[in-house]
């Protein structure tokens, strides 16, 4: 069996019963999984109660930790559930991951392992809406068809599923079940943007916001850069903002090695799907720092510049119009520099906005062999 790191563990909607609580272990990926696990630990016992006939009650366990990655028969996740499953007496266990699953033409959202009493969810499958209730329906489905025979669970027809999922059973593997998510592809991707909270490259670039802030500076104070900001005409402003931030996109997967390959663990498949992740995630968190450039730049031209002597230098009178011209051409020029600047940055923070850095750390783990650490 796989090694696994040791994991950081609470407890919470404990329910009692006369007979005692069933026992489910929540084992969750770092960052998003783990939010929505303890989310669920608070949940999941009643909506459990609920969907389950009898006085039977439910404790849920949370554990945060690196899970392994996919593999024929999910051989190296059971690996590493054995031993907390008889650890913890689990009667089930329930796996949140920030890996996509395979399920066919659509992507796979939960997937129960009936002989082995284990849920294997993909947050990404879920999108970016909605997220929590949509995981905890599929969560309560997957977890009450555990407890049914396999006739049972093709033949019921009330479900807690929220949102565009369907049930699939399994020709070779009735024990199992599978929940598929439709319209998947764009959903999958969506979800796979939002697990790598672009919000949060910004504080990542500090390099690159230094450099680009001190350029704004000085294209403020330049009067040439005033009269060509004023000649430009919406289109160019336009064309300049979206080189920017291309710019900067792709300087970030340049400089950082963020671009996938198909490799011996990548497909041509995967590969597409986080590059294009990655991708949106930059430009998106290149859009993020964009807009705050451009409110500093505006802030900082309104407070320096007189209306008298911008009107001036440009020949005709000013108006608000004017300075956010300035400062839209301003933002643009700063964070080409900006890019430059984005050489310096800590390599990891910001590896950590590609999906495919993730999932390659992951697989090959720490020492080669397992991608089970607790390393985001």
Not at 284 to 306: D, K, R
Request: hydrophobic share 45%; glycine share 10%; aromatic share 6%.
């Amino acid at each position: 069996m796989t090694g696994v790191p040791e994991a950081r563990t609470t407890t919470g909607g404990r329910a009692t019963a006369a007979a005692g609580p069933t026992v489910v272990g929540v084992l969750a990926d770092p960052g998003a999984p783990a939010e929505l696990a303890h989310r669920l630990a608070e949940e999941l016992p009643a909506l459990l109660a609920a969907q389950q006939d009898g006085d039977r009650g439910w404790d849920v366990r949370v554990e945060v930790l690196r899970l392994p990655p996919q593999s024929p028969g999910h051989r190296r996740l059971l690996d590493a559930v054995g031993p907390r499953m008889r650890e913890g007496e689990w009667a089930l266990t329930v796996c949140l991951t920030d890996s996509p699953l395979r399920g066919g033409a659509a992507p796979l959202a939960g997937e129960l392992l009936g002989a082995e009493g284990v849920v294997v969810v993909s947050v990404p499958a879920f999108g970016g809406v909605a997220l929590h209730r949509r995981i905890r329906g599929v969560v309560a489905e997957l977890v009450t068809a555990a407890g049914r025979d396999p006739e049972e669970r093709a033949d019921r027809r009330t479900s807690a599923l929220v949102g565009p999922f369907r049930r699939v059973v399994p020709d070779e593997e009735p024990e199992n079940l599978h929940v598929l998510a439709s319209r998947g592809r764009l959903r999958l991707l969506a979800g796979m943007v939002r697990d790598n909270r672009p919000w949060r490259l910004v504080p990542s670039l500090s390099g690159a916001l230094a450099a680009a802030l001190a350029t704004g500076a000085y294209v403020v104070v330049t009067s040439s850069i005033w009269q060509l900001a004023d000649m430009l005409g919406p289109v160019k402003l336009v064309i300049a903002m979206v080189f920017a931030v291309a710019a900067m996109v792709a300087w970030l997967i340049l400089d950082h090695h963020l671009w996938e390959r198909p490799s011996g663990t990548l497909d041509r498949e995967e590969v597409r799907l986080y590059n294009a992740s990655t991708v949106i995630t930059l430009t998106v968190g290149v859009g993020c720092l964009y807009a705050g450039l451009f409110v500093v730049i505006a802030l900082t031209e309104h407070f320096l510049i007189a209306p008298g002597y911008f009107e001036s230098n440009l020949g005709h009178p000013v108006g608000l119009g004017d300075y956010l011209t300035l400062a839209w051409f301003a933002t643009s020029l700063a964070l080409v520099a900006g890019a430059l600047g984005s050489g310096f940055e800590n390599e990891d923070d910001v590896r950590q906005a590609a999906y495919g850095f993730r999932e390659r750390e992951r697989r090959e783990g720490p020492d080669g062999e397992d991608g089970s650490d607790d390393r985001r």
